[in-house]
């Protein structure tokens, strides 16, 4: 025992780690790569979208980091399959997996199709799945000790408006997901997580087809912290489960809503 102070610059160092961000071009995505970027990771910005993703990686590399953006459609199994061992071959391996991308379309339950069920099971829950999957192919094979963080809902544990049935039917699944990972990962030290953010306005959001929202839940929207969250305010989340620090949790969700659930 030395009386020297904990290194808290050094429990949220990745200098010297390989991040993939899914959904990074814009969003949540893109502020959880600049986060884990200034923290000193390499950071693969991946996304459907690539002109967004080329600007979301250049803005890293400006800023000081180090960006690379990577074409990537998670619902199919071969662009999962490649982006991934691109990143591994063009940036010397992988550490840290944010499954972040998604789509948030709404549509209450009668109205329901089988068509948007399928879209949102493919993206939102097929997509991550095969993340995780090579990436702990991957870590497993390199022998890597790393973390997987999944970007849940609030919405997965409680309802919060009408219209969110199938959507949050996926992020429920990204929660078993999770659990499940963490216990087969464990042996191995990978660690599984997942950040549920509550109401968080970002460009996605705000396109999300589906009816219209009104007045009155927008105002239920408000949680009792007294503001709508933000995307740093999930990146920050992201950050304590990639760090150094947050090697011995797993299998955990860290809501971050401005107490919603907690009314
Ligand atoms: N914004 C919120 O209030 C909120 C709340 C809870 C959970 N979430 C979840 O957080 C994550 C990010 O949300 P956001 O609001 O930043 O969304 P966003 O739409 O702003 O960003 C999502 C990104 O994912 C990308 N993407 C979409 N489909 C893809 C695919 N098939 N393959 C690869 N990339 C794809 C998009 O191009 C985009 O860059 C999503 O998983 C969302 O479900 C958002």
């Not at 709508?228 to 860290?254: C, E, K, M, R």
């Amino acid at each position: 025992m030395t009386n020297e102070l904990p290194r808290i610059d050094k429990l949220y160092d990745l200098s010297g780690q390989v991040a993939i961000v899914t959904g990074a071009a814009e969003g949540m995505g893109r502020e959880i790569a600049r986060y884990l970027a200034a923290a000193g990771a390499d950071v693969a910005v991946a996304d459907i979208n690539r002109p967004g993703a080329e600007q979301a990686a250049a803005e890293i590399n400006e800023g000081g980091g180090r960006g690379r953006a990577y074409d990537l459609d998670q619902s199919k199994e071969d662009s999962v399959v490649d982006m991934v061992s691109a990143v591994r071959r063009d940036m010397g391996g992988l550490h840290i997996l944010v499954n972040n991308a998604g789509i948030q379309d709404r549509e209450v339950l009668e109205n329901t199709s089988v068509a948007l069920w399928d879209k949102l099971q493919a993206v939102n829950l097929r997509g991550p799945f095969l993340c995780v999957r090579e990436a702990a192919r991957v870590m497993r094979a390199d022998g890597t000790r790393g973390r997987i963080i999944n970007i849940s809902s609030m919405g997965s544990l409680h309802p919060i408006f009408e219209g969110l049935v199938a959507y949050n039917a996926t992020k429920a699944g990204i929660n078993a997901l999770t659990r499940n990972a963490a216990f087969e990962l464990a042996a191995d030290g990978i660690t599984v997580n997942a950040v549920l953010p509550g109401a968080t306005p970002t460009e996605g959001q705000a396109r999300a087809p589906g009816p219209p929202v009104d007045e009155e839940t927008i105002r239920h929207m408000m949680p009792p912290l007294g503001r709508a969250g933000t995307p740093g305010d999930i990146a920050n989340a992201v950050l304590f489960f990639a760090a150094p620090g947050a090697s011995h949790v797993t299998a955990q969700f860290l809501v971050v809503d401005g107490g919603h659930l907690n009314r």
